[in-house]
């Protein structure tokens, strides 16, 4: 089963636009990681927050933490047609090892 | 420094066959995990090695396996496969201490099951 639910599903946008996309999740965790699929390809990590913490930053990407609404948010600004991607977020536990649980993934198009 | 890696890239079997999928972590790494991922899913969590045992696993059916050597480099064996094992298998490697929870996955191995 799956902890996290992307949302949306799908995003197609402009180059030059920012992307917004949402996470919600279930249970406590420790972390919470964003990372980026292409074309059904490995998965490239982009960030983790710690769940004692709000926001971070990293480079054109922002991502929030809401652990009393158990979610999170990533923002791509001012995208670009290589930021188009399957974008996943996962959430690690408390246990050893770190076990990732997914999310369904948002499918970013980002048109020139 | 080379990333994870992993092999064979494409793989091809048929019902009721057994397949073997190797990988080598990121140098450094102490820890191998194994991801399914079924066409226009996320990644689901196969199983956990560390110190060449099995430390957690996710909820698969015994017909998936692993093991782990000594120079930490993992394999997933799957027995008697179905059609419904065909997907892209991800291995993750880490280091296992705290404060070193990112994860850094290879290029996958996608299987097709006929």
């Known amino acids: 089963s799956q902890q996290g639910e992307e949302d949306p599903q799908a995003l197609s946008i402009q180059e030059g636009e920012n992307a917004t996309m949402n996470c919600s999740y279930k249970?406590?965790?420790?972390?919470l990681q964003w990372y980026r699929q292409n074309s059904g390809r490995g998965l490239v990590h982009l960030i983790l927050?710690?769940?004692?913490?709000r926001e971070k930053h990293s480079g054109r990407l922002r991502v929030t933490l809401d652990t009393s609404k158990k979610s999170s948010s990533l923002l791509i600004t001012a995208s670009r047609a290589a930021d188009t991607a399957s974008y996943f977020c996962a959430t690690g536990g408390w246990n050893a090892g770190n076990m990732l649980t997914f999310g369904g993934g948002t499918r970013l198009m980002v048109k020139p | 420094d080379a990333g994870v890696t992993q092999s064979p890239t494409h793989l091809i079997k048929t019902r009721g066959q057994q397949v073997t999928l190797r990988c080598s972590p990121k140098s450094g790494h102490d820890t191998v995990s194994w991801y399914q991922q079924a066409l226009g899913q996320g990644p689901q969590f196969i199983f956990q090695?560390?110190?060449?045992?099995?430390?957690q696993r996710g909820n698969f059916p015994d017909r998936f396996s692993g093991h782990q050597f000594p120079n930490y480099s993992s394999e997933l064996n799957v027995n008697a496969l179905l059609l419904g094992d065909s997907a892209l298998y991800l291995c993750?490697?880490?280091?296992?201490?705290?404060?070193?929870?990112?994860?850094?996955f290879g290029p996958g191995t996608r299987l097709t099951v006929l």
């Open positions: 249970t406590s965790i420790n972390n």
């Open positions: 993750a490697s880490s280091f296992d201490r705290v404060g070193t929870d990112t994860q850094y």
């Open positions: 927050i710690r769940s004692n913490e």
């Open positions: 090695y560390y110190e060449e045992e099995e430390r």
